[in-house]
């Protein structure tokens, strides 16, 4: 299939396509001796992430030259506010790669970074905060104002009144942040990790906010960095750990999930709040007057991604388009299978299970939801193209490197580049297509609270709700060391924001307070196998992430209410492409 045209853009020397692009990329490096200036190769794949604006700026403090730089994706307020933000009065700097939608129940109208800034400026403002309990009084007041933001975040923050630069995630790890440290103890820290030496970059951890005192230098080991914690909580209602809630039921008898259940109306009122704020009023690019397509889903067809797509409809004014990308691969292990078994030349695309369950739930939508533009774009991706992107991949996923984040990152990597075929709705005819829409929908986050994989179900059977408990806790509370800052790499690549409704903080506080057997079916009937309801308008549907299927048939997506979970990479067929035993734990040559 060839690739539209399209139109470019420069990025420094550096040219690149304008409608691949989007979203923040931030990098700060420290330097005793001198400057480290951003790569030629660090500073293609910034830009690539925040095509709208970039800059770069240096302060020398404490005899450490300190380099910042950002490259930005607007999508909030009415205008551009350049990055990184410097205050002219203090010098202090702001590196900015997220999107704060509350500080505390507040929402901010306008550029989040801009209004970050001025929290932190004024966090900071009171005292010179040059004694060492000021210093550390300091500390605490920047923790605690990020532990109040809600949203995605990764920053970079240089407070020139004390001499110090902050730097972390947020409390899930939803965007990337990486850290290396020279042997000379120089640090750098960046979205991105490119360049010939990557084997000492390792993920940000999210369990705080990172701090160096550029005053504090070890003759051994150079700048010394220090984690605060995030503040511990007593409030459950305001808490994001794994709940008590969760943990075995009280009695035996455990309540039948149905229509009925008033979780299910609950379920829809929190995550229209989450889509709300994440899907309405997204300003068109710079320079554009308008852009009838802002949204795209990532879209298999299934439960997850089909029920945010249902409720985006009714949020989103009719006229405006939304794009369903579904992505499709040509495995040849797969093939020469099928091959065996059926000597009819078999179509490497349209038997890829997740293209069948996307088209048979796109004319579900279509009936569901008449009146707009459905737009599904079919992204079929050859084993040719596979192999020619897999250093690129490989590149972005570090310091990820098994044979699973492979697979995964690249079935993420080329739904996000959004570039596919649409077919006509009067004629079976079909042309090349890119879409513009610059923030996607990711279903991320229901398996894991919910109970949808088969795991959960595994645990459950051998152990009961302790069990279950015990494993829905694991997979929420690795979810950004194992896959939130790889898959924002990989999707930000294209210059697209990736949004995850079901990781939204206020959604995350709701699901987590609710009773397992309110999220799932398991327990409920003999052996889990659903029997007839009393009520005959209750549907029959697996136990797995049960409400959610509730949910899906009580908005009419009832095909996808009845979809089996299917992992990414198997769904698009992105996973074991060779012939030959391969694990997905492999580590990547």
């Known amino acids: 299939m060839a690739k539209p045209a399209i139109p470019l853009i420069v990025c420094g020397n550096i040219w690149i396509d304008s409608t691949e692009q989007p979203m923040c990329g931030i990098f700060f490096s420290s330097g005793r001796e001198s400057d480290h200036p951003v790569s030629d190769n660090t500073l293609e794949y910034l830009c690539r992430r925040g095509p709208d604006q970039i800059d770069r700026v240096v302060v020398n403090d404490q ?65 010179p905060y040059q004694a060492l309990d000021e210093r550390e009084r300091l500390d605490d007041v920047i923790v605690r104002f990020f532990s109040r933001v809600s949203g995605p975040f990764a920053f970079i923050f240089y407070n020139a009144r004390q001499g110090s630069v902050y730097y972390g995630r947020d409390r899930l790890g939803r965007r990337s942040l990486l850290r290396t440290k020279a042997h000379n103890g120089d640090i750098v820290i960046s979205s991105v990790c490119i360049g010939p030496s990557t084997k000492n970059w390792a993920e940000v951890e999210a369990d705080g906010v990172y701090v160096i005192h550029l005053s504090n230098i070890s003759e051994n080991t150079g700048l010394v960095e220090k984690r605060i914690a995030w503040p511990e909580t007593k409030d459950l209602h305001d808490s994001l750990s794994f709940s008590s809630c969760n943990r075995p039921p009280p009695c035996l008898e455990i309540p039948r999930l149905s229509l009925a259940t008033p979780a299910v109306n609950e379920l829809l009122m929190n995550l229209r709040h989450a889509l709300a704020i994440r899907a309405v009023g997204i300003p068109s690019p710079p320079a554009q007057t308008s852009t009838p397509t802002k949204v795209a889903i990532l879209f298999s067809g299934g439960l997850d991604c089909t029920l945010l797509t249902r409720i985006i409809h009714d949020l989103l004014p009719q006229d405006q388009d939304i794009d369903l990308l579904n992505v499709a691969f040509e495995n040849p292990r797969v093939l020469k299978a099928t091959a065996a078994r059926n000597s009819a030349r078999v179509a490497p695309y349209s038997l890829c299970p997740d293209r069948v369950t996307g088209l048979s739930t796109y004319a579900e939508l279509k009936q569901v939801c008449p009146g707009r533009t459905w737009r599904f774009v079919s992204i079929d991706v050859s084993y040719m193209e596979t192999v020619s992107h897999r250093s690129q991949v490989t590149t972005l996923i570090h310091p990820h490197n098994t044979e699973m984040d492979l697979s995964i990152a690249r079935a993420l990597y080329f739904a996000a580049r959004g570039v596919g075929t649409i077919r006509s709705e009067s004629s079976d005819d079909s042309r090349s297509y890119s879409s513009p829409a610059r923030v996607l929908i ?31 806790e694991l997979d929420y ?107 997905g734990t492999q580590v990547l040559p």
Not at 98 to 121: C, M, P, R, S, Y
Not at 519 to 541: A, E, H, M, R, Y
Not at 556 to 570: D, N
């Open 442 to 472: 990711s279903g991320l986050g229901a398996d894991e609270l919910f109970g949808g994989y088969t795991r959960h179900a595994t645990a459950f059977s051998r152990m009961g709700f302790q069990g279950l408990s015990d494993e829905l």
């Open 63 to 127: 005899n450490v030259c300190c380099s910042f730089f950002s490259s930005v994706l607007a999508l909030r307020g009415d205008s551009l506010v350049a990055q990184p933000l410097q205050d002219p009065q203090t010098n202090s700097i702001l590196c900015w790669n997220g999107e704060a939608w509350k500080i505390d129940d507040t929402f901010i109208a306008g550029n989040d970074a801009q209004t970050i800034f001025d929290n932190l400026l004024r966090a900071g403002s009171k005292n």
């Open 477 to 583: 509370g690795r979810l950004g060391k194992r896959n939130l800052g790889r898959d924002d790499r990989v999707i930000s690549h294209w210059g697209r924001e990736v949004r995850y409704p079901y990781l939204d903080e206020d959604f995350l506080r709701w699901a987590l307070r609710l009773p397992l057997w309110e999220k799932c079916g398991f327990g409920q009937c003999p052996g889990s196998v659903p029997v007839p309801s009393k009520n005959t308008n209750d549907p029959l549907l697996e136990p797995s992430k049960k409400l959610l299927r509730l949910l899906s048939w009580k908005l009419g997506m009832k095909s996808a209410a009845t979809e089996k979970k299917r992992a990414i990479q198997f769904g698009a067929r992105s996973a074991k492409m060779e012939v030959g035993r391969t694990k």
